[in-house]
């Protein structure tokens, strides 16, 4: 993707998470600079999770997630999640050799052995799979079970 | 039509549909009839967002997963509403 039109392209998609939305989500953006949205999600009920999506080209390449400590620090490990089926994988990613989000619409996802054949393609043109769908994808599952 | 943000007539509820593309309305609430299905006002925010393809979406208050072929009554809600409206968790490996 041209980095000009990828701009674009993330600008459009970042617009929407507004104020009330933000809000309402208890989710508490530090950053939405291209190529990089740093957001964190809070919640009474749960350990915050602090996420940094890095979308350089994109929507040819779907974001890359780095899972974050709330202070910003890299995770290299991830704590016991309270249900058995999470999009939060504690094995290490072979290129990061760190905890991912193992779900479509990731790049470590579909980079993943078991995953190859499941392409992005499939998925760039939904609305579920814009940066704002995938991010409410992955607040429902740190919401499911994230401790 | 401005935003009616103070109190709902009767038999109205206030709503707002929350998603990632934008809230309809942008601000305040839409006074809706309360025996509407839910999903009339979310096909009216998809209209106003811009969103087109709502497949396999799923709309939540409070973190309660509803019924969008109910009513608001049907649903248990009245008063001031936020519907978060996006898709659903994603599938995906599934490890632990």
Same mark, same amino acid.
């Given at each position: 993707?041209?980095?000009?039109?990828?701009?674009?392209?993330?600008?459009?998609?970042?617009?929407?998470? =507004?104020?009330?939305?933000?809000?309402?989500?208890? *989710?508490?953006?530090?950053? @939405?600079?291209?190529?990089?949205?740093?957001?964190?999600?809070?919640?009474?009920?749960?350990?915050?999770? @602090?996420? @940094?999506?890095?979308?350089?080209?994109?929507? =040819?390449?779907?974001?890359? /997630?780095? $899972?974050?400590?709330?202070?910003?620090?890299?995770?290299?490990?991830?704590?016991?999640?309270?249900?058995?089926?999470?999009?939060?994988?504690?094995?290490?990613?072979? @290129?990061?050799?760190?905890?991912?989000?193992?779900?479509?619409?990731?790049?470590?996802?579909?980079?993943?052995?078991?995953?190859?054949?499941? $392409?992005?393609?499939?998925?760039?043109?939904?609305?579920?799979?814009?940066?704002?769908?995938?991010?409410?994808?992955? *607040?429902?599952?740190?919401?499911?079970? *994230?401790? | 039509?401005?935003? +009616?943000?103070?109190?709902?007539?009767?038999?109205?509820? $206030?709503?707002? /549909?929350?998603?990632?593309?934008?809230?309809?309305?942008?601000?305040?609430?839409?006074?809706?009839?309360?025996?509407?299905?839910?999903?009339?006002?979310?096909?009216?925010?998809?209209?106003?967002?811009?969103?087109?393809?709502?497949?396999?979406?799923?709309?939540?208050?409070?973190?309660?997963?509803?019924?969008? +072929?109910?009513?608001?009554?049907?649903?248990? $809600?009245?008063?001031?509403?936020?519907?978060?409206?996006?898709?659903?968790?994603?599938?995906?490996?599934?490890?632990?």
């Amino acid at each position: 993707m041209n980095p000009v039109a990828a701009k674009a392209l993330f600008d459009l998609s970042v617009g929407g998470l =507004d104020d009330r939305l933000l809000t309402a989500r208890g *989710w508490i953006l530090h950053s @939405r600079a291209f190529p990089s949205l740093d957001i964190s999600f809070r919640s009474t009920e749960r350990l915050e999770l @602090r996420l @940094r999506l890095r979308c350089d080209d994109w929507n =040819d390449t779907p974001p890359s /997630v780095d $899972l974050l400590a709330p202070d910003g620090g890299l995770l290299t490990a991830i704590p016991t999640q309270r249900s058995g089926s999470t999009i939060f994988n504690a094995g290490a990613h072979a @290129r990061t050799g760190r905890p991912f989000v193992c779900m479509a619409g990731v790049r470590e996802y579909h980079e993943h052995s078991s995953h190859v054949g499941d $392409l992005w393609s499939k998925y760039k043109a939904l609305d579920s799979y814009s940066l704002g769908g995938i991010l409410i994808q992955l *607040w429902r599952g740190w919401q499911r079970s *994230w401790p | 039509m401005p935003p +009616e943000n103070e109190h709902p007539k009767p038999h109205q509820v $206030l709503v707002a /549909v929350v998603t990632t593309s934008g809230t309809y309305p942008p601000e305040g609430f839409n006074g809706v009839p309360e025996h509407q299905p839910v999903k009339v006002e979310l096909a009216q925010a998809s209209k106003k967002l811009g969103i087109s393809n709502t497949n396999g979406w799923v709309a939540t208050v409070g973190g309660r997963e509803l019924n969008v +072929e109910q009513n608001y009554i049907e649903n248990q $809600l009245a008063g001031e509403v936020e519907i978060h409206w996006g898709p659903r968790e994603g599938g995906g490996g599934g490890y632990r």
